[in-house]
């Protein structure tokens, strides 16, 4: 049976000596650095703090073609509620990254923004601010994924922040790198050409262009990533499921090629100190189906119990190889 990996995302839980002791005593293959959540600035030190402490791969992903939200402080809207989109930063509007997307947007666009149920509608225009209703209640939080629900813009395939990020990675021989928002074989070309040609390059599949275009993906390129989280916003939750077990059934065509998932395999334990029975049904469902890796998000990055994370998907990974019977 071929080795089933697990991958750590690093955060604020998990970037310390401690933790990275563990990961490598405990067999984690790869370190995730998400670009979203870290400046540029503090790349070079964090690199060479994970160095000085472990020897395990350190994969460097993408912020890729996404809208992100960008605000001072953490507010709660009411359905009805009226906010202001800004096009230059401010401590009292929200505003969007990257940059040139608050140009891209039209009157009556909806917006769905985080993961707390915030839905917002463009209702007015006036020179650089945007006038928006709350059309469902939620948080608006920094640093979120902003998804545009009732049409598509173009975005680029990388950021700024992205190149710049990747010359130091480079600089400092990191050999894995990770495509947010994959959608098109151009993309995956584009990518290629930045990269050292012997580098692990991983694609993530969280839209419903790269879905549409997986087939032509497959032929490109080995290693893709299904990111439940942001797909569940460009399809149903009911979806997901069906999109996963399609991904991976395609990918059994062709020899290795690998399938790696991510978010929410033990979202629970970001707060709590052992897995619900859904978490480990998902858990074993993946890998019976055929997934090559695990990874782990929030769990590890802000959750409380990040070592405990590792150690449950090393028994369940276990329990499946064995195929232990518990009757």
């Given at each position: 049976m071929n080795k089933i990996n697990i991958f750590c995302t690093l955060g604020p839980s998990s970037l310390n000596r401690n933790f990275l002791k563990f990961a490598e005593k405990n067999k984690v293959d790869l370190l995730r650095i998400n670009l979203s959540h870290i400046q540029n600035k503090n790349l070079q030190k964090i690199i060479f703090?994970?160095?000085?402490?472990?020897?395990?791969?350190?994969?460097?992903?993408?912020?890729?073609?996404?809208?992100?939200?960008?605000?001072?402080?953490?507010?709660?809207?009411?359905?009805?509620n009226f906010g202001i989109i800004s096009k230059k930063k401010s401590k009292n509007f929200l505003s969007l990254y990257p940059d040139d997307v608050f140009d891209k947007l039209r009157i009556k666009d909806e917006l769905d923004v985080g993961f707390d149920g915030l839905i917002v509608k463009l209702i007015r225009k006036k020179k650089d601010k945007f006038f928006f209703k709350t059309i469902s209640p939620g948080y608006l939080e920094k640093n979120k994924g902003v998804h545009l629900i009732n049409r598509k813009i173009k975005l680029n395939f990388l950021t700024k922040k992205d190149i710049q990020a990747i010359e130091v990675a480079k600089k400092n021989k990191i050999n894995n790198?990770?495509?947010?928002f994959t959608n098109s074989v151009e993309d995956i070309k584009k990518f290629k050409a930045l990269l050292p040609k012997k580098s692990?390059?991983?694609?993530?599949?969280?839209?419903?262009?790269?879905?549409?275009?997986?087939?032509?993906?497959?032929?490109?390129?080995?290693?893709?990533?299904?990111?439940?989280?942001?797909?569940?916003?460009?399809?149903?939750?009911?979806?997901?499921?069906?999109?996963?077990?399609?991904?991976?059934?395609?990918?059994?065509?062709?020899?290795?090629?690998?399938?790696?998932?991510?978010?929410?395999?033990?979202?629970?334990?970001?707060?709590?100190?052992?897995?619900?029975?859904?978490?480990?049904?998902?858990?074993?469902?993946s890998l019976e189906m055929g997934a090559s890796g695990l990874v782990l998000?929030?769990?590890?990055?802000?959750?409380?119990?990040?070592?405990?994370?590792?150690?449950?998907?090393?028994?369940?990974?276990?329990?499946?190889?064995?195929k232990i019977n518990s009757f």
């Open positions: 703090f994970i160095k000085k402490n472990c020897k395990i791969k350190i994969c460097l992903d993408t912020e890729g073609a996404q809208i992100r939200s960008k605000i001072y402080k953490k507010k709660f809207f009411k359905l009805g790198f990770a495509l947010s692990n390059k991983i694609y993530k599949i969280e839209t419903r262009l790269a879905l549409k275009n997986f087939k032509d993906l497959l032929i490109n390129a080995d290693n893709f990533l299904i990111d439940r989280g942001d797909l569940s916003k460009e399809i149903s939750i009911e979806e997901v499921p069906i999109a996963q077990r399609k991904i991976i059934k395609n990918s059994k065509k062709y020899k290795f090629k690998k399938i790696f998932i991510a978010t929410n395999f033990l979202e629970s334990m970001i707060k709590n100190s052992t897995p619900t029975r859904a978490e480990s049904n998902d858990i074993y469902n998000a929030a769990e590890t990055a802000i959750g409380r119990y990040p070592e405990k994370c590792i150690l449950f998907l090393k028994s369940m990974i276990k329990k499946y190889k064995k």
